[in-house]
């Protein structure tokens, strides 16, 4: 009853989605070069072979996503592959990171007209969704085309969860759509279990298994240089409100250690003058790599605000605090600094990445903090134990090579959905 009352209420309601439409459209938030994606008219022709079709809804969602979609080129070359996102975000980082010849679109809006179209044209031969970004009229026509589909890394929150258990039988026709649902954790497998999901698998976590960030070894070496014999510590990816915690932690550590030497690498590099700002305000040596100044004796703060450095940064720094998990942003991937050898330190505040940095904490390769008391408290007892530190980054380094071995169980487990290899 609710599916069709949806699938009606939106077909009805189209003039007010194009008003929408518009509006969002003035407000940056789609493209008008594109604004015919989102009604399900693609930008080109349908490439001869077989399809599958990958959907992510935002930019950390694709990003999880593009560790599949090497693999399945690297795997199998002989398929189209085409990435639905929803936001321009999204659609400018996968402009600049899709392998060639993976194909991006909009994914339509949710009115049976607009889907019906998109999936005429593209023809799927295998839908892959990624986490729960679930539309009700997408997934029951794809189903209804007969077209396989599965979730990867499926993930739910607590209120989602609620949400759809609560519809019951109401919501059971989106979740018997698909033929397997790869769970992010072991805990995440229950709930869509209980949902009606029937062939529920956990396999691995696709955020936990990128590949690891290529690092500079000459640029790595040249940093050891510049650091050498000194106490040192790395607060990487930072955010606003998180340098003033960071440069708090640097005077509590400096205060028994008068020789430490902070590196600050900022999220985004223009933000490089308020933090040289902040750490000159508070009286101390700032050297900023970006303007090409030489760390010396004097030197407290080292700010690297700098492009594409920061996998070498994390291979020649033997302590990392992973900035982005003490404001709600969202937090930043811990597989990747844990891939490059150094020990994880990072905050509470790390949805988006939740179950790589529990499995991380769980194996002894990261230390959870909360503030800039604890952050001092952590980052000093593990410069002070420079084993315990090399254990703590060894350890994050295997859950980091067990990521790796799951993207080969998430392949083994969808493949017998894949098309057959032409010919």
Known sequence: MILPLYKGLATALGPVIDVYLDRRVARGKEDPGRLDERRGIADRSRPE????????????????LLTLVRALRDTRPDLVLLMTTGTTTSADAMAKRLPEGVIHQFVPVDRPAWVGRFLAHWRPDLGIWMESDLWPTLVTEADARGIPMAIVDGRLSVGAFQRWRRLGRLARPLFDAFDLVLAASEDQARRFSALGCADVRYAGNLKAAGDPPVVDDTLAADIRGVIAGRPVWLAASTHPGEDSVVLDAHARLAAARPDLLTVIVPRHTRRGDEIAALAQSRGLGLARRSAGEPVTPRTAI????TMGEIAAFYSAIPVTFLAGSLVPVGGHNPIEPAHCGTALVFGPLIPNNRDAADALLAAGGAMEIRDAVSLAETVGALLDDPAAAAQMAASARAVADEGRAGLDRILDALSPLLPGEAG
Not at 49 to 64: D, F, Q, T
Not at 302 to 305: E, N, R, S, V
């Open 302 to 305: 080292y700010l690297a605000d």
């Open 49 to 64: 072979g077989r399809l599958i079709w990958l959907h992510a809804a935002s930019v950390g969602e694709a990003v999880g």
